[in-house]
């Protein structure tokens, strides 16, 4: 029946009743239906949302094909594979064909990236980038993984380091860009040691902390077939080029804990907002100014680590160092970068940065922030308005007090062929698709106004009153235990399910004081079992806390987070110090 003839026969109808097809150059006409509930998201008028798959396991970055297949970086590999391959049959926009692949070998957890380039399917272990040929029509991709990059020190230590994590993404002239993270905190000889200098020269800086650029189809290339393309970064897991402006962009984690090893300093507000997330823009040669410097959004400068002599105000020699286009605020955890690339979306989107924020482990007393994805309009690479609240409602919570509460956390994001944008989450590794449904040409400020009063309000996104957001009444125990245990083991102790063990419950609490006061002393390193689960990380010494503290310190742990356990004395700290001495 033509659409004349449909007309015709629904003249009788009320204008409301006609349903006349949509022309077949309307991109929304082949766009599955949206979730009723817009998979619990939060988003501008005019947008949908809808599941793709509920849970493939703890993704970490995808990657979408021209044919509408989707490829995911599971953090670890499983038996059943270290990456998972979904495809739609049916044309609703759900998965259900779910394959996993990859069978290498990564002793540690933290594989992350996930790209197509040139044919092939790139991931990242740990330890080295992979790649595996496309086979067209196939889902799977050949089962040979060949190796492209190999980080001569994982293999030197397969356990790894901090911030060991890979991303991954290309240029339009053959190269692969690979960050090398710092192996700690601010490159302090004694790492996370309260009132320990930095390096200078920072010797890490040789081969961590910047990004590395290497021959995109070369199999077996190590770090030093690569060229440093730029260096100062702490630890970059958001990467992407701009092929809109022809550069590298990335978003920085900034170093933790100002309050818990500077407490002269820093207050735990101020701890909790500090440093910046540095959005850079990167061209070779580019230094980021980590460890020397960090970058403060509220003074909107650049200043000195206290490690490097800073006070929260010294800038000495910050003017040799990058600026970033964007500082947002510390600890949202930039974890993926996008520039979109398509039309499906209303034109102020076009070329502008997708930021995937994971979201805080470390703002306690006050509520968690990050946990959304926000949108930053660009215009030849830089940005020509402030950020903006894209989609919000990941963690299902109104105040996140522990990261371990919150519901999903976004990570992944790759653009459709359609423009759709696709969101992976950590937690259980659900995956989204965000459409936009509505009239383009009339999207604007209206559309957009429930989001900017997200930004504003909500709890995880906007800045904490320093009294009235602080979650936790202050007790000696309790301010001691936020300031040095709650950014490992969480506020409630329930530890973050991966690398920090759960003290809430944990025999090792509840066990022996001698014990207990041992591990606070003289730290912990190695695999131990906590609850049925074996931990493989590493506890620092907190030797340098008073025989008071720490004694403060495991009273409040173990008669909030056990059952019956007894407080422990200062007296008992300092015999169990002088026995190790």
Not at 21 to 38: I, N, Q, W, Y
């Amino acid at each position: 029946m033509g659409v004349g003839l449909l007309i015709l026969l629904c003249t009788r109808c009320s204008p409301g009743d006609r349903k006349v097809p949509p022309p077949p150059d309307d991109p929304k006409a082949s766009l599955p239906p949206g979730d009723a509930d817009k998979g619990k998201l939060a988003l501008a008028d005019g947008f949908e949302a809808l599941v793709v798959v509920d849970s493939v396991g703890r993704a970490r970055h995808l990657a979408v094909n021209d044919n509408g297949d989707i490829y995911v970086k599971l953090r670890a590999v499983t038996p059943r594979g270290g990456s998972v391959a979904l495809r739609d049959t049916t044309g609703d926009g759900k998965a259900d064909l779910v394959k996993y692949f990859g069978t290498y070998k990564d002793p540690s957890a933290y594989g992350t990236g996930m790209r197509i380039y040139n044919g092939y399917i790139y991931y990242a272990s740990t330890g080295v980038v992979y790649r595996s040929k496309l086979v067209p029509g196939q889902l799977l991709p050949d089962t040979v993984e060949e190796p492209i990059v190999i980080d001569d020190a994982y293999r030197a230590n397969p356990r790894g380091t901090e911030h060991i994590t890979k991303s991954i993404t290309f240029d339009d002239k053959g190269h692969l860009y690979v960050p090398f993270g710092a192996p700690g905190d601010v490159c302090q000889a004694e790492n996370r040691t309260p009132g320990a200098p930095g390096m200078l020269p920072c010797p890490q800086l040789d081969i961590h902390g910047g990004v590395w650029q290497f021959d995109a189809n070369k199999p077996g290339q190590v770090q030093g077939d690569g060229k440093k393309y730029a260096t100062g970064m702490r630890s970059l897991v958001a990467m992407a080029w701009n092929f809109e402006d022809g550069n590298l962009f990335a978003v920085q984690h900034g170093r933790d804990d100002f309050a818990r090893t500077w407490p002269g300093l820093y207050s735990p507000w101020q701890s909790a907002l500090l440093p910046s997330e540095e959005f850079f823009r990167i061209t070779e040669g580019t230094n980021g100014g980590w460890p020397y410097y960090y970058f403060d959004q509220m003074q909107d400068k650049k200043v000195l680590n206290p490690e490097y002599g800073g006070d929260g105000r010294k800038a000495d020699g910050a003017d040799t160092v990058a600026l970033p286009l964007i500082g947002f605020p510390g600890h949202f955890s930039p974890n993926d970068l996008l520039f979109y690339r398509g039309d499906q979306f209303p034109a102020r989107y076009k070329n502008g940065a997708f930021i995937a924020f994971h979201g805080s482990t470390i703002r306690a007393p006050y509520p968690q922030g990050g946990y959304f994805v926000a949108f930053v309009p660009m215009k030849g690479g830089k940005p020509t308005g402030p950020w903006e609240v894209f989609a919000d409602g990941f963690a299902q919570l109104d105040t996140i007090v522990n990261t371990s509460d919150a519901k999903a956390r976004p990570m992944g994001l790759s653009e459709g062929p359609d423009g759709s944008l696709y969101v992976t989450e950590s937690v259980k590794g659900k995956i989204w698709r965000i459409m936009f449904k509505g009239d383009k040409a009339a999207f604007g400020e209206q559309q957009l106004a429930g989001m900017e009063t997200r930004k504003q309000t909500a709890t995880n996104i906007k800045q904490p009153d320093e009294k009235k957001d602080n979650l936790f009444k202050d007790t000696p125990g309790s301010v001691a235990y936020t300031q040095y245990c709650a950014s490992c083991h969480l506020p409630g102790g329930q530890g973050d399910g991966n690398r920090y063990p759960p003290l809430f419950g944990s025999k090792w609490v509840s066990g022996p004081s001698k014990t207990l006061i041992e591990v606070v002393l003289k730290g912990l390193t190695g695999p131990i079992e906590v609850r049925g689960k074996t931990y493989d990380g590493v506890m620092p010494a907190h030797a340098f806390l008073s025989d008071e503290q720490v004694a403060d310190i495991l009273t409040y742990v173990r008669t909030r987070m056990t059952h019956g356990s007894s407080a422990i004395k200062a007296d008992e700290v300092r015999a169990v110090r002088a026995g190790l001495k």
